[in-house]
């Protein structure tokens, strides 16, 4: 059985820094696109960034570049969303996925919520202002 489970979130101030982590297990992300999205209160979910199976390839959202950096490391099936700069309106639950496996990264389908084939609970994130 697949899961993702994400860790790392919590309280912070605008300006501060966060790193979510996304743990695999029942499943080898090695050949897997793998992406982070979130889900602000009344509004729908988001894509923020993918990246490709080496790492190689990553999509953000604008609302995401020069602040946030994806990255993975398959040997741990692990992926990571370093947030700097965090801004009020970072305020989300943020969910890690998964794609399916052997497909490849494909710009912007990455940024499609149905090319993504696994969930985790997600991970609270509040900026305070």
């Known amino acids: 059985q697949v899961q993702l489970v994400e860790s790392g979130g919590g309280l912070v101030q605008a300006g501060g820094s966060l790193r979510l982590s996304c743990a695999a297990s029942?499943?080898?992300?090695?050949?897997?696109?793998m992406a982070w999205f979130r889900q602000a209160p009344g509004l729908e979910r988001e894509f923020v960034a993918a990246i490709s199976w080496s790492g190689g390839m990553i999509n953000y959202a604008d609302s995401a570049k020069g602040r946030f950096t994806m990255s993975r490391n398959n040997a741990k099936n692990t992926v990571f969303l370093q947030m700097n700069s965090l801004k009020f309106e970072d305020t989300a639950v943020y969910y890690c996925?998964?794609?399916?496996?052997?497909?490849?990264?494909?710009?912007?389908?990455?940024?499609?919520?149905?090319?993504?084939?696994?969930w985790g609970q997600g991970t609270q994130v509040t900026v305070s202002s």
């Open positions: 029942g499943l080898t992300i090695s050949r897997n696109v």
């Open positions: 996925a998964a794609g399916r496996s052997g497909v490849a990264f494909s710009s912007p389908f990455v940024e499609f919520q149905e090319k993504y084939i696994a």
